[in-house]
C-alpha cells in the first residue's frame, strides 16, 4: 500500500494569515494546487476505503506489519506528482509519513479524488 521512497512533507503559509498549505513534497516541486484522492483507516486488519464514489469495508484485508491505527492519504499535485501521507498511532505516540507513489497516473481511478461539492 506504502511506496518505499519516502519524502519529506513541506507546508507553507501565506502573509495573509495563519493557515498552512501542503505543497508537493515529490522532487522538490512545490507545486500548491495537491489534491486528496482516497482515504484508507486501518485498525487491526480491516480497511475502511473512502472515495468521491463513497465508502467501503474489507474485514480482515489489511496489512499486518504495523500494530495501532494507520490513515493512508493518497494526494497527487496538478504537476502530475503522487504521493501517500501515511498517520500511524501506536501506545500514545502518532507518526507521520510521506512516500513517493508514483505508480499512480494522474487522472487514473486509484486516485477517487475526494470532491469539496
Known amino acids: 500500500m506504502i511506496a518505499d521512497d519516502p519524502v519529506q512533507l513541506n507546508l507553507v503559509s501565506t502573509f495573509s494569515d495563519a493557515t498552512q498549505y501542503l505543497v508537493c513534497p515529490v522532487s522538490h516541486?512545490?507545486?500548491e494546487q495537491v489534491h486528496l484522492g482516497k482515504v484508507q483507516v486501518i485498525q487491526n486488519k480491516d480497511i475502511w476505503t473512502?472515495?468521491?464514489e463513497g465508502g467501503a469495508f474489507d474485514k480482515a484485508g489489511g496489512?499486518?506489519?504495523w500494530r495501532g491505527s494507520i490513515i493512508?492519504?493518497?494526494a497527487y499535485c496538478e504537476s502530475g506528482h503522487c504521493f501517500d501521507i501515511t498517520?500511524?498511532?501506536h501506545?500514545?505516540?502518532t507518526s507521520i509519513s510521506a512516500h513517493n507513489a508514483s505508480n499512480y497516473e494522474v487522472g487514473h481511478d486509484s486516485h477517487s479524488?475526494?470532491?469539496r461539492d
Open 63 to 65: 496489512e499486518s506489519r
Open 72 to 74: 493512508h492519504i493518497h
Open 29 to 31: 516541486c512545490g507545486c
Open 91 to 93: 501506545k500514545g505516540t
Open 113 to 115: 479524488e475526494l470532491w
Open 87 to 89: 498517520f500511524h498511532f
Open 50 to 52: 473512502v472515495t468521491s
